[in-house]
């Protein structure tokens, strides 16, 4: 694979306590792939994320992100570099409607606007084609004016990677996905994720090997706050030290 | 809800009074506390920010107003916007420190404000007067060219003055909570680590939040001061924090128009409530236990349920004449 690497990560560390979360994670992250991050409950994925994006800050390490240090950067600030995500747990704006969520990921990255005391976000201001074709990408149109406390789980899951979508990112880092979602649901969201990749690169973590085995163009494998494997995905299906970490029994999914 | 309808029943309430009430000095106090319950929703009805701090821009305004009028030869109307300064200014170094913090902590900060505010007024005599608060504030009129134009004697005078503020400040914080700005504070309400997530500076939110409330409540503070004619330290007390957040909650957060209902609502009963009984605190105690338990929308809240009875009656009665009318 030749296209430039968007993401890079060096050494990262994140302490609490004595305890390492991560005990110096490498990842390079090539723009307009799907680069998925998996491993067992606790290897550190989440808390990855949280660094990759901002949420929380690292002990150590490095983070660079489109050729900028990005890693003394509080999350806000690396929207604005073009950095997006969801959460593993929806977190949506529950009494505002499915516009005004998306609306407001929109805004997101022009912060400044959102301090104009005098002016309705309308007209120009209302980022109206963004939100419209984020709200036909979900198939979300005919619920527009829903507050986003009133949809259904696999709707929330939906407008919640529709957030990171809104914000126009360069690389989206979506956190489990599909965590909860019905069966009928998932095959919709595994077509969806592939399809972000001609506009975005896409960081996923995801326990669904189904999914993980399709879609992903490289995969890393963490545990216990380390990459284990990294490679393409038939590579890690048949790697032993992956096979063993995973007791061979969780990552038979997919085409073969 | 239509554009202006929030507009009118303000403008409304400013022309119903007088009709009503027979107190102007009640009246305008009415509308005095309205400003500063609007000051108090900005933060724990939009932004979510529930703030014991809001006597201090209330006594900094009362301050502020006493020492221009009463020592320094300015113009009154510069004295209102100087007391809004100041109001703005305390409100920025609580929030600039309290916004590090959130939820239990937060509110324990504001609380550290406003007794150590309490404390500094207590003992700086020199500037506030201390426990005699500073006296014999003047209401001078309104002049131009020589002409006096406005005089504020009388109580309805008073008021008239105080309306005409009032309804500038309604339409302006109006305003403020319905453009961008106001939008991105109900994102902050509902979801603060998404609002943060999706791109979002947090503090400098919550911080402009924090000006326009501690400037609007300067305000109040200082048409408060010019009503009674001196600047209390009471009004600098804990028990005026106090007061502003139960006339929010009684008339319900996340509407401006509701905290006028509060503030009505809670003067005119303390009013009434006084004269029967002195212990009437403790009824009023009574009152904001079934807004808690009952009615967390408030006043509004009950107001738009009754209404929307109404329309659906009304709504039902029409269904039915459709239906009678097909039939025949």
Known sequence: ?256 | MKKHTLLILALAVVLVMPVLMHSGSLASEVLIFGLAAMGCNLLLGFTGLLSFGQGIFFGLGSYTVALTLTRWPLPMPLALALAMVTGGLGAALVGWIAIRQKGTYFVMLTLAFAQMFYFIAYTATGLTGGDNGLLDIPRPSITAFGQTLWPLTSPWQFYGFVALIFLVAFWLLLRVSRSTFGRTLLAVRDNEERAGAIGYNLKLLKLQAFVISGAVTGLAGALHAMMIGIAPLANAEYHTSEMILVMTVIGGTGNLFASVLGSAFYLLLADWLSALWPRWLLLLGMVLMAVSLWMQRGLWGLGEKLWHLRQGKHGQIRDQTTVQGNKT
């Not at chain 1, 690497?5 to 490498?26: H, Q, R, S, T």
């Not at chain 1, 999350?75 to 747990?89: E, L, N, P, T, Y």
Request: a neutral charge.
């Open chain 1, 1 to 256: 694979m030749s296209t430039p690497i968007l993401l890079e990560a060096i050494g990262i560390e994140k302490y609490y306590g004595k305890f390492a979360a991560l005990g110096g994670v490498d990842l390079k992250v090539r723009a307009n792939t799907v680069h998925s991050v998996i491993g067992p409950n606790g290897a550190g994925k989440t808390t990855l994320f949280h660094m990759l994006t901002g949420t929380k800050s690292v002990s150590g390490g490095r983070i660079v992100f489109d050729g900028h240090d990005v890693t003394q950067e509080p999350d806000h600030r690396r929207v604005q570099r073009g950095i997006a995500r969801s959460f593993q747990v929806t977190s949506l704006f529950l009494s505002l409607s499915v516009r005004e969520n998306l609306r407001l990921a929109a805004q997101g990255t022009a912060p400044t606007k959102a301090m104009n005391c005098w002016h309705e976000p309308e007209g120009p201001r209302a980022c109206a084609d963004t939100v419209a074709s984020v709200l036909a990408k979900l198939g979300l149109e005919s619920f527009a004016s829903t507050p986003a406390g009133n949809l259904s789980h696999g709707q929330q899951r939906r407008l919640e990677v529709g957030m990171a979508l809104a914000a126009r990112p360069k690389a989206i880092f979506l956190d489990e996905p599909t965590s909860g979602m019905g069966i009928d649901d998932l095959e919709d969201m595994k077509c969806f994720i592939k399809s972000l990749r001609d506009e975005h690169t896409v960081v996923l973590i995801e326990h669904n090997m189904n999914i993980v085995m399709d879609i992903s163009d490289t995969v890393t494998v963490m545990q216990q706050g380390r990459v284990l494997a990294e490679g393409l995905p038939h590579d890690i299906r048949s790697d032993d030290r992956v096979r063993a970490a995973y007791l061979g029994n969780m990552i038979t999914g997919g085409k073969a």
